[in-house]
């Protein structure tokens, strides 16, 4: 592999004593390290080698990250041999915003300033965007089965539709096989670096071989439309890195210095990506006989903030970081700049009770600060009532900003009654739920169509526009058309340009010439070349939305209608077009991740061969599929914002309300059976005390209605544990509301609570102690069991699993009494229930009440009462 020598470097760069600017600080001031504690300083200043920098909450991560990329580039260290990875767009980008202004100052941010050449080829990305670019960059070189350069990305929403055309054509039935469920199973088996054909030989039941076969037929779907899903993105990564080592040469060779922000957070795909790309690059010839050099890895992140075990992510990657980098140096910061004292010595008492951690100082140099109110409410309709009164007081009497509140909570469907209290008190708020504007159908519908033009063999977005207008390509002909390129194993655009071949009738075949036109046009016949092509981004897609009479169709809309929802559509397609105007000018080839991978191009800047409009149309729609949930939050507008704990992340404000601590909620009721969902779940709580600044608000429910029923609560173990010393407790649960919480509310929301309602949190052990809680908890399980029990379960006719008797001729029948229960379902049993299906015992536990865990094959684990389970051991 040719390496750059040290004449060659841009002037810039060039330096015969660069390996010394590299050794560390010469002592001179250095305004990197301004306002840097000892420990960031430290942080900032290792160079060579591994470091696991353990971040806590709130203790300035990003700056030192941002710090330590701009210290190696005043070192010396050429910017196109720093690689920094992170999860969301947003992250991202303030990183590198960051960085600019340490290189090049504040003025480089501001519009029209030319790009400081000292930044020129820094990465700053994400897992995902990396691997995008790498593989659209190295898919035709690599020869990848089943991959595309011209890809395109599936959303979820693409993912649905494309398992729903799947499940059709295997005559399987949703009932049975929910899309959604096959869906999770997929993402799982990819995220275990298991590909179908692996996940096939795997396979060792009924159900998991009927998921391969689901899983073959969906990867052969999204590669005749030449696809990939998310999930791809980083299994093809790893088969690109571990298959062409020639490739992942050039990619170490041009990245010696690698950094991942919140590496708490990634799962065994993104760990071999990682540990791929920071093994050290071949040796130099004549060289071969020296010790390969330490990886210059860098990650930084929190144990204590590991809260995405669900899907997929692994804390043992950053616990073990040490094993699996030897010599590896580790830096802890444990100082918090975000909350005051009180939050903070309560989420550190809490975290403490888990076991499966790094043990880290976590402390504040912010004295004062008033503790955590916590409220035991009647209902959830008071409990939305008193966050609310919260709120208004803190706005009109502390003054503090409707943007600067925020209300968590454990289980999406707790925000329904939150926005009916936020309405009722004249509470500005929004939901932070995703990227509003890009899932809108005007915007969808256009963004398909730029899909297309990016990529024809998009079966999924091509069959969104094909009568998107209407155009008089009728069902029965699209049928006969799909009909015919699934048996000819090609895809619907090409089964539409041989429409002529089919026998189709002439109204028809002018419709689809048409059509197939139109397309054509746009891309100069798929060159992207000709005086008919768009010159710039922006003007294709002002074309498209014009050409394909999307506009014409919504402004008929909308004159039909007079509705100002029809005309905000237009509005919203006009700034599709000011959207692509914007990414036209922030974008810059060079800072492609894939532009340039060996240091002969990085030197000279040399980029790709394909069109440059191309380039910057897959890039524009790269960039809006791999928006993160997390980039969506705005935290700027003058509203209170309504989340999930895990959205909440990486976020704070200056007050929080974090509802519905109960047991089943928080922790969820998932936890029950496991200790390490048990540590998770208090890492989530621990994560949303953390995101408070001064005001933190908790609230529970003595009762909750669940499925229509209210039934009694029990407060959280995690408020035990959070500390009495930290928090003022008041019980305001069943003074103004009677027993089913239907009382007067006249009086319920007093501000100042009755003195004997209103006491440090020692009475929290009182009702952990209280003998009725434990009773209460037993009783509405046992309830709910006999509720499930009696619902009947829908009939339903499966092509796929029908019943059988079963082949055991001892097969237990529901049992009638609960004494010895319990033996007749010993763990490893399979057993199957009315409603649930076939499931294995995981554990049971004797006695009166008898229970047993049993993990399904369709909901997941499920923890039944005997009594009232309906089981029937299978075998």
């Known amino acids: 592999m040719p390496t750059m020598p040290l004449d060659d470097l841009p002037d810039f760069l060039a ?52 710090r330590r990329i701009a210290h190696l580039i005043e070192k010396g260290v050429p910017p196109w041999s720093i690689l920094a990875l992170t999860f969301t767009n947003k992250a991202a980008g303030e990183m590198r915003e960051r960085v600019t202004v340490q290189i090049a100052g504040e003025q480089a941010l501001e519009e029209g300033a030319p790009p400081d050449r000292r930044m020129r080829g820094l990465t700053i990305t994400t897992f995902h965007s990396l691997c995008a670019r790498l ?72 159900y998991s071989k009927q998921i391969a076969k689901i899983y073959l037929r969906y990867e052969q779907t999204l590669r005749q439309a030449g696809a990939i899903d998310f999930d791809d993105l980083l299994l ?7 298959q062409h080592e020639d490739i992942r040469a050039e990619l170490t060779s041009r990245w010696r210095y690698l950094m991942i922000d919140e590496y708490q957070d990634t799962n065994s795909v993104q760990f071999r990506i990682t540990s791929l790309l920071a093994a050290p690059p071949p040796p130099l010839p004549g060289m071969e006989d020296q010790a390969p050099e330490q990886p210059n890895i860098c990650v930084v992140g929190d144990p204590d903030q590991a809260i995405y075990g669900w899907r997929g992510a692994d804390i ?13 140096q580790a830096i802890l910061l444990g100082e918090n700049f975000r909350s005051h004292a009180p ?42 009532e008193l966050v609310a009164d919260y709120f208004r007081k803190l706005h009109d009497e502390d003054g503090l900003a409707w943007k600067d509140m925020a209300v968590f909570y454990r289980i999406n469907a707790f925000s329904r009654v939150m926005e009916d209290a936020m309405r009722q008190y004249g509470i500005p708020y929004k939901i932070a739920r995703g990227t509003a504007f890009f899932e809108r159908e005007e915007i969808k519908n256009a963004l398909a169509y730029l899909r297309v033009v990016a990529n024809p063999d998009d079966t999924v977005s091509l069959l969104r526009i094909i009568n998107t207008p209407t155009r008089g390509i009728g069902k029965s002909t699209l049928d006969i058309i799909q ?63 014009t050409e394909s009479t999307l506009e014409s169709h919504y402004t008929k809309q909308a004159k039909a209608s007079g509705s100002e929802s029809d005309e905000e559509r237009l509005d919203n397609l006009s700034e599709l077009v000011t959207s692509a105007r914007d990414f036209e000018r922030e974008y810059d080839p060079a800072d492609d991740p894939a532009a340039f991978t060996d240091v002969e191009s990085a030197q000279q800047g040399q980029v790709g061969q394909v069109p440059e409009l191309l380039a910057m149309l ?31 992340k990486g976020l704070e404000f200056p007050a929080v309300a974090m509802i519905g601590l109960e047991e089943g909620s928080l922790p969820h009721s998932r936890a029950n059976e496991s200790q390490s969902e048990l540590e998770e779940e208090r890492r989530l709580a621990f994560v949303g005390i953390t995101r408070a600044m001064q005001h933190l608000q908790i609230t529970n429910a003595n009762r909750r209605t669940i499925r229509g029923m209210s039934e009694r609560m029990i407060p959280s173990r995690f408020l035990e544990e959070i500390g009495r010393e930290h928090i003022i407790f008041s019980d305001h649960s069943d003074t103004y509301y009677d027993e089913e919480g239907m009382g007067d509310y006249d009086d ?41 029990a009696n619902v009947q379960p829908r009939r339903t006719i499966s092509h796929s699993a029908p019943d059988r008797p079963s082949i055991n001729p001892g097969a237990s029948k529901p049992s009638t009494t609960t004494g010895n229960a319990a033996a007749a379902y010993p763990q490893g049993c399979t057993v199957r229930h009315p409603q649930f299906g076939e499931g294995v015992v995981m554990k049971t536990t004797p006695g009166a009440n008898a229970r047993v865990v049993v993990e399904f094959k369709s909901v997941g684990r499920k923890t039944l009462v005997l009594e009232y389970a309906r089981l029937t051991r299978v075998r």
């Open 316 to 328: 043992s990657n950053i616990l073990d970081f040490e094993e699996h980098f030897p010599g590896a």
């Open 483 to 545: 009909g015919a390129a699934v048996r000819a194993n090609i895809s619907l655009w090409q089964g539409l340009t041989r429409a002529k071949e089919l026998g189709l009738s002439p109204r028809a075949l002018a419709s689809i010439d048409k059509f197939v036109q139109m397309i054509n046009d746009w891309t100069g016949g798929g060159t992207f070349m000709g005086a008919s092509v768009a010159t710039t981004l922006h003007e294709l897609v002002e074309r498209v939305i």
């Open 343 to 384: 939050i903070l010595q309560a989420a550190d008492t809490l975290i403490k009770k888990n076991e499966h951690r790094r043990d880290k100082p976590l402390y504040t140099s912010k004295e004062g600060g008033e503790p955590i109110t916590v409220i035991r409410c009647n209902n959830e309709r008071h409990e939305g």
């Open 748 to 788: 319920a929301f007093s501000s100042k609570p009755s003195p004997s309602r209103s006491f440090r949190a020692g009475a929290f052990k009182d009702f952990r102690q209280d003998p009725q809680h434990k009773a209460d908890l037993e009783r509405i399980e046992r309830a709910r069991e006999q509720r499930l």
């Open 135 to 206: 593989l659209r960059r190295y898919a035709e070189r690599a020869q990848l089965p089943g991959l595309k350069p011209d890809y395109t990305i599936y959303d979820s929403s693409d993912q649905m539709s494309a398992m729903k055309r799947v499940l059709k054509e295997m005559n399987l039935q949703a009932t049975n096989w929910p899309p959604r469920t096959v869906l999770s199973a997929i993402s799982n088996a990819k995220n275990e670096l298991q590909d179908a054909k692996t996940y096939e030989a795997n396979a060792f039941d009924y």
């Open 236 to 242: 093809f990564t790893v088969k690109l890195l571990e």
């Open 15 to 66: 330096d015969d004593d660069l390996p010394s600017k590299l050794g560390g600080d010469s002592g001179a001031p250095n305004p990197i390290l301004d306002g840097l504690t000892d420990a960031q300083k430290s942080a900032v200043l290792h160079t060579e080698g591994p470091l696991l920098i353990l971040a806590a909450a709130g203790s300035g991560k990003t700056r030192v990250i941002t």
């Open 618 to 648: 897959r890039a524009y729609l790269e960039s809006i599929a791999l928006v993160a949930d997390a980039d969506a939050v705005d935290t700027s507008s003058g509203s209170v914002t309504l989340m999930t704990l895990h959205a909440s």
